[in-house]
């Protein structure tokens, strides 16, 4: 029997190649037709390999009958094109500070370069993807964030105020792909730079998706950050709070995990925190029952 390769350059036989897909059937049964919005963001935006395998994984989550929304950030991207015009980058408690000529390269960049490289590269591989900022559809009404603790003032950062999923479910309904970037407005028309992890996750509470997808650099939430054997691979919203408050989640890791409690609370089946640096990741986490990161539910009574 003839061996084929991967695209990591290993050996398959034909029949290992059909046997796991014949054990992917009952995930395919089960999460075809529901919504998935998948954060994509870190390494796997940055390298090319990683990028194509995500790519390519999120087309054959549409293929085999789920619906998956993209959602993404462009941070290096945006420091880069700042960089090239002379204008400061500067951050205040995480969040970029962002006066009108950031703003303008933020929307530049993100609804323009970024989005529509990842539209094309989903279309290159086969799917069908549509391009869209939170103005596209009034998806996303934004106002200025504003913090619970004192700092200067850091310009046209936003929070969401709503969220209007009609045009993505016409979207989802015809087959299509949507790749949101993190840019709304609010009603006056002035631009707002939002957490593109906080998109994905009112995103996914308005679509009442099955599940949210973190792609991070991290393999996901370890009770020691040092030891990747400590990795947790289930938690509900409870004990992500305790893990919070514990200092255990910490630094950048926090927003992520109370993105993903929000999202429960309103409704999303599950929420992943997923290294997107692993190859397949997404369909590891999605097609197994051991999954590679961390998923958290509502309560012990969902599991």
Same mark, same amino acid.
């Given at each position: ?11 398959? +036989?034909?029949?290992? =190649? ?64 700042? &960089?090239? $015009? ?7 408690? %995480? ?31 086969? %799917? ?6 939170? =103005? ?10 504003? +913090?619970? &603790? ?19 479910? +016409? ?16 009603? &006056? ?44 691979? =289930? ?40 290294? %997107? ?5 997404? $369909? $590891? ?5 051991? %999954?590679?990161? +961390? ?6 009574? &969902?599991?």
């Amino acid at each position: 029997m003839s061996a084929h390769f991967n695209e990591l350059g290993t050996s398959i +036989s034909p029949l290992d =190649r059909v046997q796991v897909l014949a054990e992917a059937l009952p995930y395919i049964q089960r999460f075809s037709g529901k919504t998935i919005v998948v954060k994509y963001g870190g390494a796997a935006m940055l390298e090319d390999a990683l990028r194509m395998q995500v790519i390519r994984d999120i087309v054959f989550l549409a293929t085999v009958g789920l619906k998956p929304v993209v959602v993404h950030g462009g941070g290096p991207e945006i420091n880069h094109w700042l &960089t090239k $015009l002379n204008i400061p980058v500067q951050f205040v408690s %995480g969040l970029r500070v962002t006066d009108a000529a950031t703003m303008e390269v933020v929307e530049m960049v993100l609804a323009g370069k970024v989005n529509k490289s990842i539209v094309q590269m989903i279309n290159q591989a086969g %799917g069908s993807a549509v391009g869209l900022c939170g =103005r596209d559809g009034s998806l996303i009404a934004a106002r200025r964030h504003h +913090s619970a &603790t004192e700092q200067p003032d850091i310009g046209f950062v936003g929070d969401i105020q709503s969220i209007n999923p009609k045009l993505l479910h +016409s979207l989802l309904k015809d087959g299509h792909i949507p790749v949101v970037s993190s840019v709304a407005s609010d009603e &006056t028309g002035q631009a707002y730079n939002i957490n593109a992890d906080t998109v994905a996750g009112e995103l996914a509470a308005a679509l009442d998706a099955e599940k949210l997808l973190l792609l991070t650099d991290t393999a996901g939430i370890l009770r020691d950050r040092n030891d990747l054997s400590s990795l947790i691979r =289930r938690l509900d919203i409870h004990k992500a709070r305790e893990l919070i408050e514990g200092g255990t989640v910490n630094g950048g890791m926090i927003p992520k995990v109370q993105c993903c409690v929000r999202a429960l609370a309103q409704g999303v089946r599950a929420a992943h925190i997923v290294d %997107g640096r692993q190859p397949h990741a997404l $369909l $590891l986490e999605v097609f197994t029952d051991q %999954g590679i990161g +961390s998923m958290l539910v509502a309560s012990d009574s &969902t599991r």
